[in-house]
Structure formats: structure tokens, C-alpha cells
């Protein structure tokens, strides 16, 4: 009597237990093919970085390549014309005018992929990224641009984080509104600008923000109350010597104190006080007080990048070579920006110069052709010397000035001033990014003809 009852039931269950394995291998299986498109993307070229570097050459790359050919991975939903932060600094732009969103700037025919790259394995060609996917290529590009390392100076976030307070930097978003209210609330003693010991963004913007701020100080009326300290690691005010020959007048004339060789090393934000070492006998240390304090971070390459050793060099930046913009052991990885190796200033005038010689040299290594452009280390510094004024620095990976305009670049000019502050940003967004702009070279040639007796 049980058997015959019991019968049905055990039909039931194993009827019921068919269907039930049945939908959970069918959801296994959809979830591990809809796990297999997420995780895994193949492109011909894939371009880690939506900065300058990295916008211009997925607008060429995917233009000449088709759609979808190009990836980009990029986590910010914002692109910042950065060379803007010093204007925002002194008051004569906002923040609002320096930024577009990133799809706006990013090709359409390239496909982008909003995560960072937080694993580079270039012997498999594949870059993981922090949303688990993995992303194998043909050609790669390293555009990641340079970190700010505010946390490796002890209590520079902290001091950045005081509400209206006396520490600020032009050299981040978060950051840079807090420059020009500064400018406006001192009315006396220290006013301290820093340099740090390694490679930055712009090298010339750390004593841009001087001089707008010394000329700020004489415009209110308050100068005679502020000492104007610029301390920078470097052992020279620039790196250039045709047009450091010309800011040091400047510097002497205007009563500004320069001190080179000393390294913010620690700001204690309680007492006002930043901490220097003398680089040449780092045991010394000087302790000094201030009422406004303008940081510049120390900066590197981003850490996903230094954490693979086959691509770097021993400063930490991709290991390319010079002229190609080529890596030096992997021939299908290229880079271009501040994230490479080559030595020659970081600015965006110098992605500008590198991207026609990248995308050429990167099209025939795809091609399987030898790679014939040659960049020459131009890079391009619109010195700001105030409200009004720009030196316009213009040289070569030997240092020697590579100047575009007929006229003597090293002096102060109100039409630079009016190129960098209105002219070069529409040329940024409109013609740079979009990977019609490959820097001054043949404005300088055409202009070449007038340069006679200059």
C-alpha cells in the first residue's frame, strides 16, 4: 500500500528535479556566455588613456582603421584641458570652461570602455581592467598620462582639505578653486610656491602661478605685505637656458625670491608650516612658515603601469625609444604623452608633435613596414608672467629653442598671452583632439621666411 503511494511522489520529485536541473544548466550556460562577452574583448588597437595623447590618436587610429576597431579604456567621465588650471588659478577663467564630457571628446567610431587598465601583460597582449574585463590587442597605446602623489608628502591632504584654508594647487580639479581664494585672502607674510623632485605635467606652470599671483598681490594693493618664495627642486628657475636667461630679469625685478634644490617634504598643517630638505645635503632640513603655501605633488606614472616591469623604464615611464616613440622590446606597443619614457618636456604641446609621428609609426608597424617618422622632442611652455603677458618657450629634446613666430619669443608679450589664454584652447578642443592638429611644425616653416634677421 506505501509502494503504491509512494510512487506517484517519487515520480513527482524526479520529474521535478529533471526541470529544475534542466533551468540551472540553461542559466548556467547563458550566464557563462553572457560572463565570456563581458570578460573578453579583442581590438586591433587598444588605447589605455582619454587624455590629450590618447583622444588624438583614437580619433586618427579609428578614423583610418573603422569602427569599432579602436578601444579605449578610460574611467573618467570628464576630460580637463588641464594647461587651463593655472587661468583658473589667478581667477581669469572657471573650472566649468576647462572640462567637456568624455563621450563628447571620444571618437565615435572608437568603442570606450568607461574602467581603468589595472593589469598590463604585453607577452600576451592583453590589459585587464578594473571592471574584470580583459582586452586582448594587436597594437597597443599607453596614453595613461602622470598620477599626482599628494598623499606622498605627510599632511599635504590634510592640509588640502581644511575648508578655506591656506594650502592649495593648481594642479588638480579638486584642488584648483582653492587657489584663487587664497590669492584673495592673504594680506600678509609667506606666500610659498613648491617645485617637487620628480617629473611634472608642465614643468613651467609651478612659476606660472607665481607670477600671476605676484602681479594679483600688486594689483590689491598688498604686495608690500607678502614675501613671494619660489622653492623648486631643480637646480636651475628653467630648464632652458635661452629663456631662463630671460625669467631671472623678471624674478629680480619684481622682488621674488627664488631658492633652488629645496623639496617640499612634509606640511604641517596645525602649525603653518612646510618642511624643505636641501637636495644637496638631504640631512638639512628648513622649517618655514606660511600664510598661503602652492603645492605641486610629486607626480609618476600611474601604478598599474610601474607594476609592470617589462614595460618600464628605471624612471618608471614606457621604455620607447626617442625618435619612434616605439617600446623598446615589444614592437607592437607604442606611447605617447607624459607616461612615456622619452626626454622631453611633459606638456600637451608635446602630444601634440608626438601623435602624426605614433600614428604613422604605429599604421606601419600594423602594416608590417619599417617606421620612418622621427619626433624631435618639440615641446612648448606659454610662460605666464602675469595678467597680461607670456613668454612663449618653444625648444627641442637638446634644449635648443625651436620657436614658431618671427619675433623674439623670449619676452613678454600681450598677443601670446591673448593665443594661450583664448586661441589655444579652441585649438585644443576643435582640432587637437579631434586628430587634425599635429603642433606648430608646419606654421613654423611656412613662417620661416619672415624669421630673416630676427
Known sequence: MTSYICLPLALRQAKLLATRSFSERLLHRNLSASQTLYDKHECKVLVVGGGAGGCALAAKLSSRLGKDKVIVVEPADKHYYQPM????????????????????????????LQEAAVEFDPDSNTVKTSGGNTIKYDMLLIATGLQLNYNKIPGLEEALAIPNGKVCSIYSPKYVDRVYDCLRNIQ?????????????????????????????????????NINVKYNTALPVLFGVKHYADALWPIVKKRNITVNTRRNLIEVKPGQDIAVFENLDNPSERFEEKYSMLHAVPPMSAPDALTRCKQLINEAGFVDVDQSTLQHKKYQNVFAIGDSSGSPNSKTAAS?????????????????????KDV????????????????????????????????VAQNKERYSMFIMKKDFMPLLYWKLMLTGYWNGPALMRNLLSVFKFGK
Open 85 to 112: 588650471f593655472t587661468l583658473i588659478g589667478g581667477g581669469m577663467k572657471r573650472l566649468e570652461h576647462s572640462y567637456k564630457s568624455m563621450a563628447e571628446v571620444l571618437p565615435k567610431k572608437a568603442k570606450w
Open 375 to 406: 619626433y624631435d622632442g618639440y615641446a612648448s611652455c606659454p610662460l605666464v608672467t602675469g595678467y597680461n603677458s607670456v613668454i612663449l618657450a618653444e625648444f627641442d629634446y637638446s634644449l635648443t629653442p625651436l620657436e614658431t613666430f618671427p
Open 351 to 371: 602630444a601634440a608633435a608626438q601623435s602624426p609621428v605614433v600614428f604613422h609609426n604605429m599604421i606601419s608597424a600594423l602594416e608590417g613596414k619599417p617606421l
Open 188 to 224: 600678509g607674510g609667506d606666500a610659498i610656491f613648491t617645485y617637487p623632485s620628480s617629473p611634472v605635467k608642465c614643468p613651467g606652470a609651478p612659476q606660472k602661478i607665481v607670477y600671476i599671483a605676484e602681479h594679483y598681490f600688486r594689483k590689491l594693493g598688498k604686495r608690500n
